[in-house]
């Protein structure tokens, strides 16, 4: 059998950073799942694919973060944890660096997530139905018939919710 | 018109290769044939057992004068980086399939997940070529 060449073992590296940059990962991980010390690993790692083991990591993780920016509406804090990033303040100079706008600025770019959200119609009729007014009728023996319009309350907490406002209503 | 016949990957190495496609992802041997004429050769096809008009060519990095030495050197490091080429596989069951797949071996680089496209896993073979396992959703009209 040929020996293996030391780019598949690097590529084991390069698809744990894609598989798990959610995790405490960092450069001695990946190293040892290549199977090379660190030095040697982040010098090969360099010179086949063209960046550092750190930079593939970061880049991997802010390639996440950006769509969950994107898809989702949970909080910027959240987003830097869950891409496996401890420190929001470096997320964000990161982020900042290599979108050319901070995480929020990004968001406020693309449609809300909402708009994606497939909540089904079942769910939407379920939770925008709004609660019933009467429009005091049983006072109207006491006080002047109110001029209220004749719409159903559309402020209700449900139907301002991003996360229930969605699609197919 | 035509059909697509066989398709070819580089492999690091042929036996290691037939062993992971066959007991491993469960493909069948269509053809394993080394011709002493050709520097012996080794025309090597597998396919899915279902797909019949179907194969992969398991094909080794030549050396001269099929190739020069630094181009052998090149795809060999290419196909080891893991661009040397993909094969996109459908199933009506990621998830089972992912399920049976690793229960055999298969090492995932990719667990199964929701897509808008449909749900889907990834792995590799040994030499570096990787697979995507994809269940297609169906259209849905709203």
């Known amino acids: 059998m040929p020996q293996i060449p030391i780019a598949r073992h690097l590529l084991r590296a390069k698809d744990l950073a894609d598989a798990r940059y959610a995790e405490p990962l960092d450069v001695a991980a990946l190293a040892t799942a290549a199977g090379l010390s660190q030095a040697h690993f982040s010098r090969a790692f360099r010179k086949a694919f063209g960046e550092s083991p750190h930079a593939y990591l970061l880049t991997r993780r802010l390639e996440r973060a950006a769509a969950l920016l994107r898809k989702t509406d949970n909080s910027v804090a959240d987003i830097c944890v869950a891409v496996g990033l401890t420190s929001i303040g470096s997320f964000t100079t990161s982020f900042k660096r290599m979108f050319g ?11 809300p997530a909402a708009a994606f959200a497939r909540v089904p119609a079942c ?3 379920a939770y925008s139905r709004p609660v019933l007014r009467t429009f005091r009728e049983d006072e109207i023996a006491e006080r002047p018939i109110p001029s209220a319009p004749l719409t159903p309350n559309l402020g209700g907490r449900h139907v301002q919710d991003r ?3 969605a699609v197919g209503a | ?8 990957l580089w492999v690091h190495d042929q036996n290691e290769a037939l062993a992971f496609y066959t007991a491993k992802l469960g493909m069948e041997v269509r053809s394993d044939v080394t011709m002493p004429e050709m520097g012996n050769f080794r025309w090597l096809t597998v396919g899915p057992v279902d797909q019949p008009d179907f ?3 398991l094909m080794a990095i030549p050396g001269a004068p099929v190739m020069d030495e630094q181009t052998s050197i090149e795809v060999r490091e290419l196909m080891a980086k893991g661009f040397a080429g993909t094969v996109f596989l459908t199933t009506d069951d990621c998830r089972a399939s992912y399920e049976s797949l690793r229960a055999r071996g298969v090492e995932f680089t990719e667990e199964p997940e929701e897509r808008p496209y449909g749900i889907d896993a990834g792995f590799r073979d040994p030499s570096g070529n990787s697979f995507r396992l994809t269940q297609v959703a169906d259209f849905v009209g709203a």
């Open chain 1, 101 to 111: 706008c901070t995480p929020s600025v990004y968001r406020a770019s693309f449609p």
């Open chain 1, 123 to 125: 769910v939407v009729r």
């Open chain 1, 163 to 165: 996360k229930h406002s």
């Open chain 2, 1 to 8: 018109m035509y059909k697509i016949a066989n398709t070819q």
């Open chain 2, 55 to 57: 194969a992969i060519v």
